[in-house]
């Protein structure tokens, strides 16, 4: 809707002028990749990661205005089975994802392609924004379920065999997460979708997102992870968190200009990466 011209000009601007997520971008990509990547390269990542961010605008723009038929066409869905295999056993999913691409708008592409999904977000400080999140999820027939307070509203959707999505990928207290993996390096990380699948027995699926050329959005549903339950469940929820965690890397290894690089990702095991910001 925005044209690409515009968009590139826009994201230089906001990559010159935003010092402070410059440099969360920039320290970032040098923890995660160290000397795999030279200065230069980097720099070059942090502008495209800062392009594909700004045209979350342009597509926001289309979710709020196209017709849902337009919309539905602009989504490309890869793995179906996959869900439908998992929603076979009769306890819901829980598709574990991450912000890459556009998850919003592959995410409505779905409700409108095969069935509403139950979105577990945060909710928004301002009361306009939440609205208009929530309108937008509401075009997909999707449900929003508020994070804080929301474990009861999950589990009912879990138990009604519904889809449950969980963004999975940032920082979180050290009460509220475990320690993982992620780019070599240590992440605190919710564990809520691996301890509701040890409880429950739900299947967990990574499922995640691309921007495609030509306006076009891809969403990937991979494989059920496998599930262990023994007698020790903090190891199981560890490896099942651990197993997410590597989901997700694999997958911003692959497309790296597409995840939220501006997210201060390792903040609570090590802090003097983002000193002074």
Known sequence: ?????IVSALARLWYRLDRRHRLITLRNLEFAYGAVLTPGQREALAQEVFKHFMGLFGEG?????????????????????HFEAALAQGRGV?????HAGNWEYTVLGYGLQYQPVAVVAREQDHP?????????????RNWMIAKQGGLQAIITHLKQNHIVGVVIDQNTTTKGGVLVDFFGHRARTTPMAAILARRLGTPVVPVFSRRLPQGRHLLVIQPPLPLVKTTDS???????????????????RRYPEQ???LHKRWKNQYPELYQNL
Do not use: C, H, Y
């Open 259 to 261: 995840w939220l690089w």
């Open 94 to 98: 829980l598709a574990v994802t991450a």
């Open 234 to 252: 903090q190891a199981d929820i560890l490896a099942q968190v651990q197993a997410q965690s590597r989901a997700i890397e694999a997958w911003v």
């Open 128 to 140: 306009a924004l939440n609205r208009l999140i929530r309108f937008l999820r509401g075009r997909g």
């Open 1 to 5: 809707m925005i044209p690409e011209l």
């Open 61 to 81: 723009l289309e979710m709020l205005l196209l017709p849902l038929s337009r919309l539905k066409k602009k989504v490309v869905i890869i793995g179906q089975e």
